[in-house]
Each structure stands twice: as C-alpha cells, then as structure tokens.
T-cell receptor
Framework: ELKVEQNPLFLSMQEGKNYTIYCNYS?????LYWYRQDPGKSLESLFV?????AVKQEGRLMASLDTKARLSTLHITAAVHDLSATYFC??????????FGGGTRLMVKP | DGGITQSPKYLFRKEGQNVTLSCEQN?????MYWYRQDPGQGLRLIYY???????QKGDIAEGYSVSREKKESFPLTVTSAQKNPTAFYLC????????????FGEGSWLTVV
C-alpha cells in the first residue's frame, strides 16, 4: 500500500525566511504533484514532476523530485504572507489516481 | 471558460437520507474522480472513471455510488450506508495521458444534521 508522508505538518515562519517542505512516499513512482489549498477552497495545481531529478520553479516556490530516494521537496524562498496556505503533495498511481500526503499548513507572519 | 462545476456548494443531509452531488466538466477530459477530505487531512479517493459507462472503486467507496452516463458528468451519491458522511467532497478530472495536470472543482460541503 502506497503511503505518502509530509513534514512538517505545520510550519510558522517569518516573512523573508526560507524553508523546505518534505514529501516521502513508500513505493516506486515517477509522478509527483504539488497543490496549494486555501481555507475552505479547492486545490490549485502548483507543479507536476515527472522524472528523477526534475526541478520546477514558479515565483518563490521550487519543487524537486528524487525518485530513487522517493522524496520530493517544496522549497520556499523569501516567504511572503500571500504564501500562507496548506500545501499537499500527491503521488501518481495508475490511471492518474493520486495518493495524497496529509498536508503542510504554512503560516507566514509579518 | 473551461472548468469543473460542482453543486451544491453546501448540503445538509438528514440521517437515513441519500444525497447526490453534481460534478460537470467542460474540459473534454475522459477521466473523472471523486475525493473526500476530512478537516485537517489529505484527500482520499472514493471513485474514479476513465471512460463513459465505466467506473472503479477507490480506497473508500463503501457507502457511495456513482454513474458515468455522459463524458462531462460524474455525479456522486452519498447513501444512508455511509455512516460518517460529513466532509468536503472534491471532484477532479484529467486527460487519460499519464502525468497531465489533474484539475479540481470548487468542492461541496456535506453536513449531517
């Protein structure tokens, strides 16, 4: 059974600081998705990583995938308040089904 | 605009009642999915459909039913057999091509009263 674990579960950080969210998964996959969710809202797609060593960046967020280590990271650079949200990683299974991690709730304080 | 429309956004269910959540997409996607999210947790797959008139159970299908009579529609019925249905329900769709972005609707909140 595929298990996806994120850490930390909760992250409070100051504006301007850097931090990394980790996503570990238990079985082989070469598809890793990152989503953002604001309170009470749907999921917004951030990144789709499809191969070992894949790295994608958008603004202050950068995601990477190491399929051999079964690890993906979401790095936040110089955090701003607007990045406050819950971030989910999800591993792709057959047929584009997703197994989600438990989420990381990020709060960026001024 | 292309997208996924879920309705209703808020729904209250009495004990013993069946309720149906609607999901419509105009993205011309073949695959559609239903996920459940409990407060403070990740999403879990209820049912999925890769093609019209075919669907498969996900990880937590007990107490739920679906149909896929049209490509653009994938309604979810929460039956009285689902003992703890209070949750946020999210519909998603994608092409069948592996690795393409999977898009989510705005979600439906279901509460048992």
């Amino acid at each position: 059974e595929l298990k996806v674990e994120q850490n930390p579960l909760f992250l409070s950080m100051q504006e301007g600081k850097n931090y990394t969210i980790y996503c570990n998964y238990s079985t082989t996959s070469d598809r890793l998705y990152w989503y953002r969710q604001d309170p009470g809202k749907s999921l917004e797609s951030l990144f789709v990583l499809l191969s070992n060593g894949a790295v994608k960046q958008e603004g202050r967020l950068m995601a990477s995938l190491d399929t051999k280590a079964r690890l993906s990271t979401l790095h936040i650079t110089a955090a701003v308040h607007d990045l406050s949200a819950t971030y989910f990683c999800a591993v792709g299974n057959a047929g584009n089904m997703l197994t989600f991690g438990g989420g990381t709730r990020l709060m960026v304080k001024p | 605009d292309g997208g996924i429309t879920q309705s209703p956004k808020y729904l209250f269910r009495k004990e013993g009642q069946n309720v149906t959540l609607s999901c419509e997409q105009n993205l011309n996607h073949d695959a559609m999915y239903w996920y459940r999210q409990d407060p403070g947790q990740g999403l879990r797959l209820i049912y999925y459909s890769q093609i019209v008139n075919d669907f498969q159970k996900g990880d937590i299908a007990e107490g739920y039913s679906v149909s896929r009579e049209k490509k653009e529609s994938f309604p979810l019925t929460v039956t009285s057999a689902q003992k703890n249905p209070t949750a946020f329900y999210l519909c998603a769709s994608s092409t069948q091509m592996t690795g393409n972005t999977i898009y989510f609707g705005e979600g439906s909140w279901l509460t048992v009263v």
